[in-house]
Nanobody, 124 residues
């Protein structure tokens, strides 16, 4: 499985941005997908995740109400719509996928495949 993240950039506080993650090598509907982020000096942290059919979504508290994860299995793509961005959202964002049906979805150890990361910088 290969994951290709895109959509990052430099935005201002309060702006919106949409990240995309294209999966290849496997039908996306077989993969549970997530987004993580890592700011300089910090550990990689969970941001959001979505079940295989898109029926269940999960968010870390700091992004609830501002970020929306979604997927288009016909296009093998997962999205992260981010709004009301602030400086604390500045990080490299990684998409991740897993085959397994057990284990934590909130930690990086719970995922089997990773994209290369896309930088999001929020300027105040």
């Amino acid at each position: 499985v290969q994951l290709q993240a895109s959509g990052g950039g430099l935005v201002q506080t309060g702006d919106s941005l949409r990240l995309s993650c294209a999966a290849s090598g496997r039908t996306a509907s077989t993969l549970f997908m997530g987004w993580f982020r890592q700011a300089p000096g910090n550990e990689r942290e969970f941001v959001a995740a979505i079940s295989r059919n898109g029926g269940n979504t999960y968010y870390t508290d700091s992004v609830k109400g501002r970020f929306t994860i979604s997927r288009d299995n016909a296009k093998n793509t997962v999205f992260l719509q981010m709004s009301v961005l602030n400086a604390e959202d500045t990080a490299v964002y990684y998409c991740a996928a897993r085959d397994r049906y057990s284990g934590t979805i909130y930690g990086s150890s719970g995922y089997d495949y990773w994209g290369q990361g896309t930088q999001v910088t929020v300027s105040s």
